[in-house]
């Protein structure tokens, strides 16, 4: 591992080391550059995480104070964990499931294909499938992608038993235990998965793809990486329009400037708009990269809900891969549905400690209780849908809170659209037509938990006064600033973003490396 | 199962006086739990609540989350981690205590030995109360993140030690028809 100097200019400084900045750090080291990643959380390893539910969150979770505003039922249930993500070295692919989706080519053109949705900002990205395509191919040949290349799919659980049993009662074609970046064997000196069922505490077989084990101990063998855990950035400084570094905090609470030829900035969407927002300075009022006025906007976070049924016989969800089989039969392009866009079903489950704290929150009496009781013999299923981008839906700063290094913490706005209503019920009507299809006793309907998916602050568009990044997540006002995560989202789509986010950065270090070579950044 | 509130009945007279208070109670020679716990008989020392209030508090968590077989020991677990919270937070404190006397007024007496349907009465009519949400709010943590409440509920908990649910079950469930192999892969070599 290498070791750069505070006042060496000729870094690339990458903020976040999960699936954006930790595969753009890879990237970029194997094609010669010098990376400087910057990463708040500590490093941790397969040894070290645990199979412990509660244990595990405080050891990988962000737990750094943020407010919540808007009629988001989150906002009621969760006040200061608007979101579900991680502060690790590995960022959040530590807790991630691995379903990794290709975005559809019509949900990249969504104003194109929904109208004009009143209060909804829809935009067409100003990219389409076939950009992505050969970016596709790598993502997934990198990440071990069931159900591509040579990569068999998993064996499905119990709790895809049932899935799969009543989707097929309901009429639905495609349900299979879905793409995954899990080892359904040996694979690139990591282990076949173990079906250990802890696959949100961190994979301690290896099996499944995590920044951590994979693309940043590449990263360090080049002898390029400059890896500096326990170090929060909190701005990012410019002169004469061009970014020229950034200020962190570091393990000892130590202020450190280091300096860059460029940023890019992988901090997960809340954070990232949060730390464009903060670096505001005379010669950028409203922070960096917002004269369009859109960082911090358009904030996305999939629909989500969750269906839970119980049955007159076990069922054991816990057991095995905890997102083990999906349906993609709604994630279509239908408005007779009633909403546009689309939604994917995906098993899910949770063990007791989660279940009892996300099931219905708040919630007490026997009718919560009677869903405890019948633990064991519970089915799960997640629903990740579309949800409208919307201007006031936003991350900006709260002056009036500051966490522990004096910083105004992020605010969280969300509202829920028509559309997001309209799908939502939709989606719980359908999962609870798979389950009563094979003798479901009760069906729960379960509210979203905190924002897994964190999407759209800093939206990739064609004209600069609609956005903030161009087509390669390059900032429409300052040649040397990147954005290399979901913030560039122009919209959200049905799938689970990861996959994309890792697709963008293997395309943008391709776009940066030429630039270098190029003298243009 | 170091921190289990589980105890051979040893406490005597003296010891019993250096804390605030004690609950005891034995757990039902037929539940699983009899054999996971050091002995069927169960003893939680006070060291802030008075014994009152541990009792109505032992009785609320009951009130909010009624399991019909979950032993009184597991809820247990809400009153000592209350009590260790009241210990290092004189508000928090003073709050528990004020709000147990909320629910013995509520219940006009004492609620602890209130009746089912008037506890239940109690419980609703102080439900925005800050009280009624701390214990609320300890009730999930404490009833449900322990091995008592695991083997109870029928959740597994680490499977790392075990090599994973791949050996032990994940897939056998047998009321319902496999998936066929494009679906659902039977497993190759790992
Ligand atoms: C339980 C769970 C399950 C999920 N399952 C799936 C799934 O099945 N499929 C899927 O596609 N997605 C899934 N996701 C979402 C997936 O994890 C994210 O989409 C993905 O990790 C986002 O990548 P990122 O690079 O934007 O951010 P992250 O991976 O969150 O990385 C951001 C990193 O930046 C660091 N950071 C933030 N601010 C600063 C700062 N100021 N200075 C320095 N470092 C900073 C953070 O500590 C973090 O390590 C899941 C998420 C969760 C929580
Ligand atoms: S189920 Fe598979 S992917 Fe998930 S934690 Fe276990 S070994 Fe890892």
Redesign the pocket.
């Known amino acids: 591992m290498a070791s750069f100097a505070h006042d060496d200019a000729s870094v690339a400084v990458i903020i976040g080391s999960g699936a954006g900045g930790g595969t753009l750090a890879n990237e970029l080291t194997q094609k010669g550059v010098k990376v400087v990643l910057l990463e708040a959380g500590k490093r941790q390893s397969s040894a070290t995480f645990v199979n412990d539910e509660w244990p595990s969150f405080s050891q990988l979770a962000w737990l750094d104070k943020r407010t919540t505003s808007g009629t988001w039922r989150v906002a009621k249930d969760f006040p200061n964990l608007p979101a579900w993500t991680c502060k690790t070295v590995g960022g959040t692919t530590t807790h991630w499931a691995?379903a990794s989706l290709r975005i559809q080519d019509h949900e990249f053109k969504a104003r194109t294909h929904y109208g004009d949705i009143a209060g909804a900002s829809l935009m067409d990205w100003p990219i389409g499938l076939a950009d992505l395509e050969p970016y596709y191919a790598k993502a997934e040949a990198k990440m071990g992608v069931t159900r591509t290349n040579d990569n068999a799919g998993l064996p499905g659980n119990n709790n895809f038993k049932v899935m799969y049993n009543g989707a097929k009662k309901v009429g639905y074609k495609k349900c299979s235990t879905g793409h995954m970046a899990?080892n359904s064997h040996y694979r690139d000196g990591r282990s076949g998965?173990?079906?250990?069922?802890?696959?949100f505490q961190g994979?301690?077989?290896g099996?499944?793809w995590s920044t951590l084990y994979t693309e940043i101990p590449r990263a360090e063998a080049t002898g390029k990486l400059d890896l500096r855990p326990e170090s929060q950035v909190v701005t990012i400084e410019t002169k004469g329009g061009k970014v020229t570094g950034v200020v962190y905090v570091d393990a000892s609470g130590q202020q450190q400037r280091q300096k860059a030829r460029l940023v890019a900035v992988a901090a997960n969407s809340i954070e990232t708009a949060r730390l464009l927002l903060n670096s505001a300075s005379n010669e950028f009022p409203d922070g960096l990269a917002n004269s369009s006025g859109q960082v911090g906007r358009n904030y996305m976070r999939h629909l989500t809900a969750s269906v839970y049924a119980t049955f007159e016989q076990p069922v054991h969800m816990y057991r095995?891969?905890?997102m083990a089989g999906i349906v993609q039969d709604e994630v279509r392009l239908d408005p007779s549905r009633g909403f546009v866009g689309g939604y994917e079903m995906e098993t899910i489950s949770l063990g007791l400690p989660f279940m009892a704290a996300f099931l219905n929150p708040g919630a007490w009496g026997s009718e919560f209780t009677s869903f405890i009781d019948a633990y064991s013999n519970t089915a799960g299923m997640w629903i990740v849908g579309e949800d409208m981008p919307q201007q006031t839906n936003r991350v900006t700063l709260n002056h009036d809170v500051k966490d522990a290094n004096g910083q105004p913490v992020p605010n969280v706005h969300y509202d829920d659209h028509p559309n997001d209503l309209a799908m939502r019920e939709h989606a719980y009507k359908a999962g609870k037509a798979i389950y009563d299809a094979v003798g479901a006793k009760k069906v729960a309907f379960v509210p979203p938990y905190p924002s897994t998916h964190n999407l759209g602050t800093c939206r990739m568009s064609e004209d600069p006064k609609l956005g903030v990044v161009d087509k390669h997540g390059r900032a429409h006002d300052i040649p040397n600033l990147f954005i290399s995560d979901g913030s560039q989202f122009t919209t959200g789509a049905g799938e689970n973003p990861t996959l994309t986010i890792v697709t963008l950065a293997i395309r943008q270090s391709d776009y940066i490396a030429d630039a270098m070579s190029k003298q243009l950044v | 199962m170091a921190d289990l509130p589980l105890a051979e009945p040893t406490l005597t007279r003296s010891t019993l006086l250096r804390g605030t208070g004690a609950l005891i109670g034995t757990i039902a020679a037929g539940s699983i739990l009899a054999t996971l716990a050091p002995s069927r008989v169960w003893a939680l020392e006070l060291t802030s609540l008075s014994q009152p209030d541990g009792e109505t508090i032992l009785s609320f968590a009951q009130v909010l989350y009624p399991h019909a077989t979950l032993p009184t020991a597991v809820y247990a677990f809400v009153v000592r981690d209350l009590d260790k919270a009241a210990a290092k937070d004189p508000d928090l404190a003073a709050k528990v205590h004020a709000g147990c006397g909320s629910l013995d007024a509520a219940a006009n007496g004492s609620f602890a030995k209130a009746s089912p349907a008037a506890q239940l009465a109690a419980a609703k009519s102080i439900e925005g109360a800050p009280f009624f949400a701390t214990v609320r709010g300890t009730c999930i943590t404490a009833l449900y993140d322990n091995p008592l409440a695991y083997a109870h509920f029928g959740y597994e908990g680490a499977s790392w030690p075990r090599g994973?649910y791949l050996h032990h079950g994940f897939n056998d469930l047998t009321w319902l028809p496999n998936p066929p192999a494009d679906a659902s892969p039977t497993l190759g070599s790992l």
């Open positions: 691995g899990i998965c173990l079906q250990l069922g802890f696959c994979c301690k077989s099996a499944k095995g891969t905890t | 994973g």
